[in-house]
């Protein structure tokens, strides 16, 4: 079985993330065109993997959503832990400017 | 230009300027949070003005801006001290330090995680170099405190690597400005005076697992070589007494814990479990829920439980210790101490799953027999079923590189609440973490979909459950009294 989804709606990250976590997952295929993605589904119970696969790719596209609403405070943290525990100082790019 | 109506001016004036709020209702109440986590409990009305009107009372609204809820008034002072102590984590390396000296046990625990092996296979015993060396790139790590954990197995069966590790923990120690603690996770099965002699001459703290009365402890622990209840419980009475009676000693003895895990037979006995720990003179219990991980994962069927199920247990349970703290009796639970400690303190708790990011390489470390490091144990778990994916070095690498690998960098970006959509507007995001490791074997994501997560709704559940206990002001009394000046706990 053949789908298509929008790239503006589910992009194409999403529905490979999706396809790694569902079970049954490696029967599909995902080609990215412009502005769509295709979705080829080779077994018998297609439709319910293509079901499983968009309730996950709404979940993954949701969460990507959100990392880039809330990049900024999200990198901010990660890079505060990382550089701790690496024990190095940030590069500040703007030393020595007054 | 355009001048603004002066009524309408006057309007914005009053109206209250409200930060990014999180709310959850529980029963009439509605708790709400902000990021440097204080928190307040409103009832509906309250509610209702705050979030519809815009308008409250003098009371409330000075309430709200002492804890930093309205953008206007915000005192950056304490707000920022208040976020710092709360997250204190995020300003050093990982501090605990988990060493899997052997993997070989004589317990068959029907939920054990660590992938013991019977008690000949010393194939799996960790050489006293790879400790050393465990031991060396621990020192690296930028924490002003580390905790180093002997786990199993059963590690006193590797006792000359157990024993030369600690005493080469301590020879560092003189030359280092840290703080060092040491534990070990023992069953006591092949615990013996000289053993027990060094590791209190050595400051080591002793823990074991008690997971209740005798039948249920044997059913769950199970010994065929001995009466696992009984050599616990008779190494307890040793350690405590030994606590109990130090004096001029150059040494410190530190009184003994036990760790007790719910399986779906201790389930019907709260009651018999805590009276348990009281009468073995533990004052301080730790209900952990099962993880579906390991052997546990393969035995879900007959030894799992849902959400559900354990937080009914939960309930029951702190109600029951309330109400013996209320008849003079001191006993505590340890998830609710690290709770109360982030909600009233703004402390760390050192509970390294409960963080944001979680502490996967960058707040816990574990060695593996072998020389492998990963970033938890439940990470070496599921490397020991065969998926290496939180492998994050070897005992050979830097600890520079063992940090920056791309596993630790992966799973704190996973565990990152601020990317988790469920998590980022949840009302208890201030105090909470996820695990991608539970998530990975749950889910199989390590990215987790928090609304069908298992664990996502036992910690909501246990939340809400303190929450709910708080609004009474004779338990907010003993909570308090549980978290007042109580050192940092390492779990």
């Not at chain 2, 355009?2 to 709310?23: C, E, F, V, Y």
């Not at chain 2, 705050?50 to 707000?79: A, Q, R």
């Not at chain 2, 963080?355 to 938890?376: E, S, W």
Request: proline fraction near 2%; charged fraction near 30%; hydrophobic fraction near 35%.
């Amino acid at each position: 079985m053949k789908y298509e989804t929008f790239e503006d709606l589910y992009s194409y990250e999403a529905l490979n993330i999706a396809k790694n976590i569902i079970k049954d997952g490696e029967s599909v295929v995902i080609t990215k065109l412009k502005n769509k993605n295709i979705i080829n589904i080779d077994c018998e119970n297609s439709e319910k993997i293509f079901k499983e696969l968009m309730n996950e790719a709404l979940n993954q596209q949701c969460r990507i959503d959100l990392s880039k609403k809330n990049f900024k405070v999200s990198q901010m943290i990660i890079t505060k832990a990382l550089i701790s525990a690496l024990g190095e100082e940030p590069k500040n790019k703007k030393r020595g400017r007054k | 230009m355009t001048s603004k109506k002066p009524g309408k001016k006057n309007t914005a004036k009053n109206s209250l300027d409200l930060i990014n709020i999180r709310w959850r209702k529980i029963k009439n109440k509605f708790i709400i949070t902000n990021d440097f986590g204080y928190y307040l409990s409103l009832n509906q009305k309250e509610f209702n003005d705050l979030i519809y009107k815009n308008k409250v009372s003098e009371k409330l609204k000075e309430e709200l801006i002492s804890k930093g809820f309205i953008k206007t008034h915000m005192d950056f002072d304490d707000l920022f001290s208040r976020w710092k102590n709360s997250n204190s984590y995020l300003f050093w390396g990982p501090s605990l330090h988990i060493l899997v000296t052997t993997l070989r046990c004589n317990h068959k625990c029907v939920y054990c995680q660590s992938q013991a092996v019977g008690i000949s296979n010393d194939k799996t015993d960790m050489p006293t170099s790879i400790a050393k060396k465990s031991v060396d790139i621990a020192f690296y790590s930028t924490a002003p405190v580390l905790t180093f954990e002997f786990q199993g197995g059963e590690p006193l069966y590797n006792w000359e690597t157990v024993s030369k590790a600690i005493k080469y923990i301590r020879e560092k120690e003189k030359n280092s400005d840290k703080k060092i603690n040491i534990s070990i996770v023992s069953n006591f099965s092949v615990m013996d005076e000289k053993k027990a002699k060094f590791l209190m001459e050595n400051e080591v703290s002793i823990c074991t697992s008690l997971d209740g009365p005798e039948k249920l402890h044997n059913k769950n622990r199970i010994y065929t070589q001995a009466n696992s209840y009984r050599e616990t419980i008779k190494w307890l009475k040793y350690f405590n007494s030994m606590h109990d009676n130090q004096t001029n000693l150059s040494y410190r003895i530190f009184k003994p814990s036990a760790l007790t895990t719910i399986s779906c037979d201790s389930l019907k006995y709260h009651k018999e479990i805590i009276d348990e720990f009281v009468k073995n003179d533990l004052n301080t219990i730790f209900l952990r829920p099962l993880s579906p991980i390991g052997f546990a994962k393969k035995m879900w069927n007959k030894i799992g439980y849902d959400s559900k199920s354990f937080l009914k247990f939960y309930k029951d349970s702190l109600n029951y210790i309330l109400s013996l703290n209320k008849k003079g009796i001191d006993i505590k639970e340890k998830t609710a101490i690290m709770l109360l400690n982030k909600i009233l303190n703004a402390k760390d708790s050192g509970f390294v799953d409960l963080r944001c990011p979680c502490g996967a390489g960058i707040g816990q470390v574990a060695y593996n027999h072998n020389g492998d490091i990963y970033t938890c144990d439940e990470g070496r778990m599921v490397g020991w079923e065969g998926e290496d994916i939180f492998k994050i070095g070897t005992v050979k690498d830097s600890y520079k590189k063992i940090i920056n690998s791309l596993t630790t960098r992966t799973c704190a970006i996973t565990s990152n609440l601020e990317n988790q959509f469920t998590c980022s507007r949840c009302a208890y995001r201030p105090y909470c973490g996820v695990c991608p490791v539970i998530n990975y074997e749950s889910q199989n994501d390590i990215w987790g979909n928090n609304l069908s997560s298992e664990r996502c709704k036992i910690f909501m559940g246990i939340f809400d459950i303190i929450f709910e206990l708080m609004e009474d002001p004779k338990n907010m009394e003993i909570f308090n009294s549980w978290v007042e000046d109580k050192k940092e706990i390492t779990v």
